[in-house]
């Protein structure tokens, strides 16, 4: 649950901040073309963080951890789920009687439907798993022959990924919550410091032209002088 967790909260996480920042640009336009390979290559970097998490929460493999399986684990075994297994495992929880008392197993109709959405059966899944095997993790030489850029013609859209990623954190948490009263947040302390970041490059930026005006014209004043 916590190696699952992680895919999901870091690839959240990774997919704000590539948003946050490309939202920002029109704002910023002039600092972000002040650096513009720096930006380039992080606005990238988090997209690519975000895709490679994303997955392998959505991985089909039958041998690799992904959340198709993890939840076929839990629809295998629900005693699992049991009020007395769930006191056992918060027993050093103060709170343990009173989180025990609206403790249950999951709904089998909400299980088999969270299995169906994280499987190839999804559409949106089965795109993501054609796009990681063809472009994301592996190469399709067939592709590279074809001269095709596979991305731009399947390319994941922004509202798809939201969905995925939306969904993923909804469902770990419903079963989490239900195993272990824990649920997982989407957000990270100081996810917007890149704020911070772009407003002290204004301010610098703005510093140092006033800086230039104020010199420009004291160097025209002094030769009107002259």
């Known amino acids: 649950m916590e ?6 909260v870091q690839a959240n996480i990774h997919y704000r901040l590539h948003r ?8 910023y336009e002039r600092e972000f073309n002040q650096s513009n390979t720096f930006w ?5 970097a988090h997209f690519d963080a975000c895709l490679f998490r994303l997955c392998r929460a ?4 039958k041998n690799a951890l992904h959340l198709r399986n993890w939840l076929e684990i839990i629809q295998e075994n629900l005693h699992l ?9 918060l027993k050093e929880n103060s709170f343990v009687e009173s989180l025990a008392a609206s403790a249950r197993k999951p709904d089998p109709k909400q299980l088999a439907a969270d299995i169906e959405f994280a499987s190839n059966n999804n559409p949106l899944v089965k795109k993501l798993t054609i796009l990681r095997n063809k472009v994301i993790v592996h190469r399709d030489i067939k592709l590279l022959i074809q001269d095709r850029n596979f991305w731009q013609e399947q390319s994941l859209k922004y509202a798809e990924i939201d969905t995925l990623l939306e969904q993923g954190v909804a469902i ?9 009263a824990l649920s997982y947040s989407k957000q990270i302390v100081g996810h ?4 911070y970041v772009l407003a002290s490059i204004r301010a610098n930026r703005e510093r140092r032209e006033a800086e230039y005006e104020e010199e420009l014209r004291r160097i025209q004043h002094g030769r009107a002088v002259t």
């Open 20 to 27: 946050g920042l490309q939202d920002s640009v029109q704002e």
């Open 172 to 180: 770990l948490n419903r079963h989490s919550n239900l195993f272990k």
């Open 3 to 8: 190696a699952l967790s992680h895919d999901l």
């Open 40 to 44: 380039w290559l992080t606005l990238n």
């Open 192 to 195: 917007d410091d890149y704020k």
């Open 58 to 61: 959505y991985d089909q493999n």
């Open 81 to 89: 789920f049991d009020i007395d297994a769930f006191k056992v495992r």
